[in-house]
């Protein structure tokens, strides 16, 4: 079977139908009016960053990966569903968000994933521990981006890969206005914000590769750190 028609059929299992799961999915006739007002994004759109973000793990792999911060689980659960003999470490400073991951993972009977609540900006664990560190949607929500980028580095092995995605300013006016308007008033997001280009400046500086692109106000990206 295909990877994508597995995550597919994970996916159905998992569920997706409140409405920060249906936002974040853009699969819910809400969280398509959100991503279509507030990202100016479709569902193709959508499903094109997340697609290309997600491109720095291989297919089978099976080595050690850490995603932080895992959220609600809903976009990597039936992802890892396809991965059985990856070691998995799941970190999120939310107890709740944390919780509902946990859900997801018990329904698709994971048994390689690992759930752990921490702070990215002192993550508990050893310098070189992961090959890959992964983070969806976070780097916009950190209190402490420095420390944040300094740890991620920390914990990947020499040649590891770090990948992932979240907004950046510049590229769309009305994205910008409801970030400064409604999500950092609401708490969801913390500036400062990188750009597209402040950002492949900053990881160009750490790592030996890097590839990077925007979709809208997202930006999506892959790199490894050197030898």
């Not at 569902?43 to 697609?51: A, C, F, G, W």
């Not at 950046?168 to 969801?188: L, M, S």
């Not at 900053?202 to 925007?214: D, F, H, I, N």
């Amino acid at each position: 079977m295909e990877r994508k028609e597995a995550v597919r059929r994970a996916y159905r299992l998992t569920g997706g139908n409140n409405f920060y799961d249906g936002m974040i999915t853009c699969s819910t006739l809400s969280g398509k009016a959100v991503c279509r007002l507030v990202w100016d994004m479709n569902k193709v759109e959508s499903d094109d960053y997340l697609e290309k973000a997600l491109s720095g793990i291989p297919e089978h792999f099976s080595g050690r990966l850490l995603e932080v911060p895992v959220g609600t689980g809903i976009l990597t659960m039936p992802v890892y569903k396809t991965m059985p003999e990856a070691d998995i470490t799941c970190l999120d400073f939310s107890a709740d968000m944390m919780g509902q991951a946990q859900e997801r993972a018990d329904r698709l009977h994971l048994k390689n994933v690992t759930f752990r609540q921490g702070d990215v900006g002192a993550l508990p664990y050893a310098d070189g521990a992961f090959d890959i560190v992964l983070s969806l949607n976070g780097f916009h929500a950190f209190p402490d981006k420095e420390a944040a980028y300094r740890e991620v580095f920390r914990v990947l092995r020499p040649g590891g890969t770090f990948c992932g995605c979240f907004y950046v300013a510049g590229e769309q006016k009305r994205t910008d206005w409801f970030i400064q308007h409604v999500y950092e008033k609401a708490g969801f997001f913390t500036p400062p914000y990188e750009t597209a280009f402040s950002l492949k400046k900053r990881l160009e500086k750490r790592y030996a590769t890097v590839t990077l692109g925007t979709v809208k106000s997202m930006a999506w990206f892959a790199c490894r750190k050197p030898e």
